[in-house]
Each structure stands twice: as C-alpha cells, then as structure tokens.
C-alpha cells in the first residue's frame, strides 16, 4: 500500500509548484511559508486515503519560536493532541472512512536570510564591508525562527469510489488558517480546491 501511495504523494509535490509558479516571487522563495495559509495535500487511491497537512506554526499556537515556557510548552501538546485526533478535523460524506494513522511533527527553520538580505544593500566599500561581517555575526545568534507543523493522516474508507465529500474542520479549530489550499489526486484524477472557513469542503468528482 505504502509503495504505491509514495510516488503519488511526489508526483502531487510537483503539481504544487505548479500551481503556485504565478504567485509573487518572494513567497515561493521562502518555501510558501505564509502566516496565515496552509496546504493540505490528499491522495486517495481504492480505499486508502492519505493527507498532510503543512502549516506555519503561528497559525497553529500563535508563535515560532522553540516552546521553553511551561505556558508554550502547554499551548504545544494541546495542538498537537487537537492535530492528532483526525476523526474530528475530517468528516466525509458518501462513504465512511476511519482514521489509522495521525502523525504530527514540528520543524524549525532557524535559518537568517532576512536579516543577510537587510544588509546586502548597506555594503559600499571594503572598509564597511569589515564591519558589516561582524554585524551580521552578531545577526547570526539570534536568527530568524519559522517553524511548521506538518501532520500525515492515513485514512481507511469502506469505498473509496464512493466519498463525495470531505469537509475540512482545520479551519474552525484553528483561527490563524485563514486559507487552506489543497491539492487532491482521487483515484488518478488530480485538482486544487482554496478552503476558507465560508467554504471548508472538498468536492470528489
Ligand atoms: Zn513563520
């Protein structure tokens, strides 16, 4: 099941540049991470359906920095219980399907980039060029932090070739989505859906 499900999910990672090559340079460059939207990709195939969801944290517990405080920490394992119990984020018409699978893990991007390109612009002569170094050594320790959630559900429907319809509570649980884009393939067929809280539901063809 696993070795047919995974080309797939490749084959959907390609689709999602091209659905996003006509979007503003600079959101593509920082891998679409965008406060506010988040991406849900689902393959279906015969009865098994798989998902993953990718979300800036902020969206999620309202920041990105690593959860030290016993406060974050908290807000951090409420998401992650709420991200995990797929049977309530999901709901599906025309067939059942039942959860068998929710894994959520949260990366962080500590990389400076923005702060690099701040300075790119500042440099005139070799003398400054001296100092600008060690400025952006100083930059360097404390780094712009973005983290994501990304969360892989698996699915089991009684028949696939029945669902209808999924109905997508992300973004009722989770006010900071504002825009969930999704791509689908079902069963070989393949197209992209915006999901808004007015609009949370994903038509089958
Ligand atoms: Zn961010």
Known sequence: ???SIKPMLLLLSLLTVTVHADEPAEQVQHGAHVHGEATLQLVLQGND?????????????????????????QKLQQAIAALEAANELFRFQGTSCESVKAAVNLSHDTSAHEHEHEHEHEETTDHHNEQHKHQEEGHTREPVQHSEFIARYVFRCDNGSRLRQINVALLQQFSGIHRLDAQWIFNARQGAAELSADSPTIEVP
């Not at 359906?49 to 969206?59: D, I, T």
């Open 1 to 3: 099941m696993n070795a």
């Open 49 to 73: 359906l798989e998902m993953e969801l990718h979300s800036p944290a902020m969206n999620i517990i309202g920041f990105e920095h690593q959860a030290v405080s016993a406060k974050d920490q």
